[in-house]
Nanobody, 131 residues
Framework: QVQLVESGGGLVQAGDSLRLSCAAS????????MGWFRQAPGKDHEFVAT??????????AESVKGRFVISRANNKNAVTVYLQMFGLKPEDTAVYYC??????????????????????WGKGTLVTVSS
C-alpha cells in the first residue's frame, strides 16, 4: 500500500524559511517521480515543483523558482522528498501536498504537472505565512 505523509508545515513570518518533508513508502522508488503541489484557500491545486526518479532533473513553477528547492533521498522501498522554502511570502500560504507519478517521461518532467498527472497523493501539510 502506497503512503505519502507530509510534515513540516507551520506558521512563519514573511521572509522566513521552512522545510517540508514527505515520507513515501510502499512504492518502487526507482519508478516514481515526486512532486509538490499547493492549494491556497478558495483556489485550485497549483503545481510547485517536480523531481525525477533519480533526482537528476528538477522543475519549478515560476512563482517559486529561485526560492524553493526540491530534493529526495531514495531508500530501497521508500523515499523522502523535501521542499526547502526560502524567502516565504504571504502568497505562499497554502496546504502543501506531496504526490507521486509512475514512470514519467522526460518531457513530462520539464513542464508544470497537473493534478491529474499524479498517481498518489498525501493528505497535505499547512503552511501559513504572516506578513
Amino acid at each position: 500500500q502506497v503512503q505519502l505523509v507530509e510534515s513540516g508545515g507551520g506558521l512563519v513570518q514573511a521572509g522566513d524559511s521552512l522545510r517540508l518533508s514527505c515520507a513515501a513508502s510502499g512504492l518502487t522508488v526507482s519508478n516514481y517521480a515526486m512532486g509538490w503541489f499547493r492549494q491556497a484557500p478558495g483556489k485550485d491545486h497549483e503545481f510547485v515543483a517536480t523531481i525525477s526518479r533519480n533526482g537528476g532533473v528538477t522543475y519549478y513553477a515560476e512563482s517559486v523558482k529561485g526560492r524553493f528547492v526540491i530534493s529526495r533521498a531514495n531508500n530501497k522501498n521508500a523515499v523522502t522528498v523535501y521542499l526547502q522554502m526560502f524567502g516565504l511570502k504571504p502568497e505562499d500560504t497554502a496546504v502543501y501536498y506531496c504526490a507521486a507519478k509512475e514512470n514519467p517521461g522526460l518531457a513530462t518532467l520539464i513542464r508544470p504537472l497537473s493534478p491529474g498527472d499524479m498517481d498518489y497523493w498525501g493528505k497535505g501539510t499547512l503552511v501559513t505565512v504572516s506578513s
